[in-house]
Each structure stands twice: as structure tokens, then as C-alpha cells.
């Protein structure tokens, strides 16, 4: 029997700002997926959220792309925003819905999605990542790391079952177009396109001895979507560890660099992405900085056990220490460049309205 893990994520208004979801969401999300889970549509679910989005993770047998499963996430979403949002006025309700309809899945209407269908090995650890006010390229590093770094991941070299390597699906957002590159054959061709993480994104990752999936990542681009700037895409990942896959330790240890992502404040920004645990998944100073949060679960049958708070751990303060000290040097550029994103990013946000205003101002220079 195949297992389908879907982890849709959409933001649909958030508490006082951008800082959080409101307690209904989740208690509404809840209720929706426990009557889900009765009437046999899904096997098992875990909400969440990170910053103000609202997370639904759910296993099932339907495949991936399942409009049944895909229906039920935008109808939470959508009764979430109506009954909840708009009446209390939280802040970007229905933020992500890109549509009034639903046509078949979610993808291209807003919400961000992870999905990948396997058959359970004997053990089958399962590590959710959800991160709050970045893109998805924000991942590309860490994949990278994970699964084609040998300094971070011993078992490229020790590990018999990894030797030979992984593939990586990598998605070219601007062409709508992917390739397959294998990992260590082509490593300098796959870190010259995912080294441009606001074009080339990392979507999906295979071990290369049998083509067995490893990690799914989430790909919308809302501004490419709408055509304007309608909030950041704040990504999701899912990915199976042990037992010819990272070890959950090597996982994690790419987490232990705060690298710099863009997104932050008005999705204008560059920022450390933190790792926090669920407690701490609120986006505060300058409506960040970008965070996320890493759950660990032991897949049995479908069902989900766990979570296990993968960031709450002091192993994980040294990092938080230098995101806040990079944080901290990033702000005070203040409007300047490398703190603010480049021309070509910041097309996607309000900025253009301020250079509308002033085109007619502009002479020919002497």
C-alpha cells in the first residue's frame, strides 16, 4: 500500500499583523480534518502553523494532485477566512487565495504544497519544514547540503546505500521548465542555476540507485501568480530520513547555519532564516526575521506519530544568537542595498508605485 503525505499551507489573515494565526484557524482546521479523517477521505493530520500560516498536514491513499484532498485544504482555508478572518478583521484575510473557485487542486491558486506518494519502509521517519516570510529558494541551500554536501551529510561517503548519489528536479519559475541533474556527476551545473534561488528552485529529490523519492518541496511564487505583490510565499518541505536516506541529524544540521534568504519585511528584504520551535513560530522584529519551524514524525501505517520539535533544543541556541546578530547588521542598512532586494525582486512589490509617481519627474540629464 502506497502512503500520500500532503502538507498545503496557505496564509488566509494573520494577528495583529503578520505575527501569527489566530487560535480559530487551527481549532477550525481541526475539526474540518477530524471529520475528514472519520469519513475515511484522509488516514491522519497535524495541524500547525509557522508565522501567520496556517499549516495542514495529512496522510492518505489518493495519490498526489488529489482533487478530493486538495478540495478539503481550500475548503478549510476558505471557511477559515470567512468565518473567522474577515468577521474579526485580521490582517490579509484570505490573503493567499488567489481565486474565487476551485479547479481541481490547489496548485496555481495560492496556497503552497509538498506532496510525495512512497510505500512505508520498516521504519519511516517523516521531518516537516515550514518557514514564514521567505521564497521557496530559501530551501536550495539546504538541499544542497542535505543531500549533496559530504561535509554535512557523513553518509554520502560512509553509507554504501547513498554512495551513489541523488537527483535533483530543479524548476526554472521565470520558463516554467525543470531538469534533472545527478548529484555528484553534475554538482557545478546544479549549484550555477540553484545559486540563483529567486529563479531556479529545488522541487523534488530522488536516491539515485532506485529512484525512490526523498524530498518534496513546495514551488509557488504568489507574485508570479497575481502579478503584483500579495504577501511573501513562505515555502514547505517534506522529507524522509534514515535507512539509505540522511540520518535526522544530518538533516538537521543544515538547519545550524542561518544563511541569508529574501523575504522579511513587505517580502522586500534580506534576512537570516531561524529555526524555532512551535512556541516561538511568530515573526516579530520587522515582521520576522524569517523563521521556521522542523517537526519530526514516525509514519506507522499512515498515522502520524509525533510531532517531535525538532528546533526546540539549546543545540539550536548558538544559531538563533548569530541569526540575531545578522538580523541586527542587516538592519542597519536600512533602505540600502544588500538589506533591501535587488531592482529585478522588488518589481513584485509596492516599490513600483513610488517610481510611478515620479517617471514624470525624470529629465534628460545634462
Known sequence: ?????????????????????????????????AEAKETGLIRDFYVFHVGDDLQLLMTHTRGENNPEIHKLAWDVFVEATEKISKPLKLYGAGQDLLSDTFSGNVRGL?????????EERRSEPLLVFAADKTEPGAWNL????IFADPFNTAGLVIDPTMHEGFIFEVLDLIEHKAVKLKAPEELYDLLALIGTPGRYV???IWRKSDNEVAAT???????LIAGRYVGKDDPVLVVRAQHGFPATGEVLE??????????????SHTGPLMPVSLRDAKCTRFDGPPRLVGLGFQLHD?????????FDDPAFEHTRRLATEIAEYMRRHGPFMPHRLGPEEMEYTTLPQVLKKLQDRFVPAE
Request: proline share 5%.
Open 302 to 310: 499512515g498515522y502520524l506519530e509525533g510531532p517531535v520539535d525538532l
Open 254 to 267: 543544515a538547519f545550524a547555519f542561518p544563511h541569508l534568504v529574501s523575504g522579511w519585511m513587505r517580502g
Open 202 to 204: 529545488i522541487r523534488r
Open 1 to 33: 500500500m502506497k502512503i500520500t503525505v500532503s502538507l498545503i499551507k496557505a496564509d488566509i489573515g494573520g494577528m495583529a499583523g503578520h505575527i501569527t494565526v489566530h487560535p480559530g484557524h487551527e481549532e477550525l482546521a481541526k475539526k474540518k480534518l
Open 110 to 118: 495560492g496556497p503552497g504544497v509538498a506532496e510525495m506518494e512512497f
Open 217 to 223: 518541496a513546495s514551488v509557488t511564487r504568489l507574485s
Open 142 to 145: 539546504k538541499l544542497y547540503k
